[in-house]
């Protein structure tokens, strides 16, 4: 069973940092375009960041700066560092698959999800 599995996520203060992980089975991370988006209440499903089988890594302009990605290939996990975490980045935060060695961060193009991993930023 293909299957992607997300943790780290929780409450943090205004200014902090939290690492979100995404574990796969049933197929390998490092042959695929794994992408991280976030679903803030009431509002779509947007695109975070993404990185290729290649390494190619595209930001959305919000988490410039921000956030980066990474890969592990021996635990077969991809990870979401996030700093500078700001109210505005509370969300549901989930990790995707596509099929397809480009970068893009439309949600359409991801055909394995994550269960999600709550983010809270807040005092």
């Known amino acids: 069973q293909l299957q992607l599995v997300e943790s780290g996520g929780g409450l943090v203060q205004p200014g902090g940092s939290l690492r979100l992980s995404c574990t796969a089975s049933?197929?390998?991370?490092?042959?695929?375009?794994i992408g991280w988006f976030l679903q803030a209440p009431g509002k779509e499903r947007e695109g975070v960041l993404c990185?290729?089988?290649?390494?190619?890594?595209m930001y959305a302009n919000s988490v410039k700066g921000r956030f980066t990605i990474s890969r592990d290939n021996t635990k077969n996990t991809v990870y979401l560092q996030m700093n500078s975490l700001q109210p505005e980045d509370t969300a549901i935060y989930y990790c995707?698959?596509?099929?397809?060695?480009?970068?893009?961060?439309?949600?359409?193009?991801?055909?394995?999800w994550g269960q999600g991993t709550q983010v809270t930023v807040s005092s």
């Open positions: 995707a698959r596509t099929r397809a060695n480009t970068v893009n961060l439309r949600s359409s193009e991801y055909d394995i």
């Open positions: 049933g197929f390998t991370l490092s042959s695929s375009t």
């Open positions: 990185i290729t089988r290649g390494g190619i890594i």
